[in-house]
């Protein structure tokens, strides 16, 4: 009886630790990707790897999609945890050949554990061409909530109050270097524009550029591909 309480205490407490350091992010924030179809649908980190779930849906006749070998996990430091193996996806040069436009590829990457305490990450395919990317995926819950609340508030908002929304949010992370930080500029500057005000537009282009917000040149490109440049 002694040797059954002690391993039914045993595999209870391995149990509670799997718990503490288990955690699923269910649609998680990020702040720009290369695909427009391509989501994540959910992340799960445990203490053996970090899987993640995405789908993208063709637009294309005759469209086709692989993952290559060498597609990373990169933390906010530069730091690279590459994939192990994925799921429901060939490796490149081999293709997911799509048989209809509208179809959708379910598939799973996965990579070694992440740090406990990583509030964000990006994931980078490192590939010959049409490589896939998503920068500043959000693993924070509490931050999650938040740009969850304010996306919909400003969905319905009009661009001078999502202007403040936006202004505050950023001003409140500012100091934290998030992957996200992009973002707020990119959706303020676009508010700017919506409100027919080019001034203000160009006055947080430039303090963009002049930012320490990470991936801000991706932010900027897509600014220009959409005719915003001061």
Known sequence: MPGKTITLILMLVSAASTTIYSQVYTSPNYGIKSHETLEIKRIEVTPQNTIIYLTIENKITGGYFCTDKRTYLIYPDGTRLRMTRASGIPYCPELHKFYSVGEKLHFELIFPPLAPGT????????????????????????????LDEIFRITSAGKPEENIIVFRRFLEEIDSLNYGIEGMLYFNIINAFIEAGDSIGAGVWYKRLGESDAPRKEQYLRLLNERGIKF
């Open 119 to 146: 509030k964000w990450i990006d994931m980078v395919e490192q590939c010959g061409g049409n490589c896939y990317w998503v920068y500043g995926i959000m693993l924070d819950e509490e931050l999650n909530r938040k």
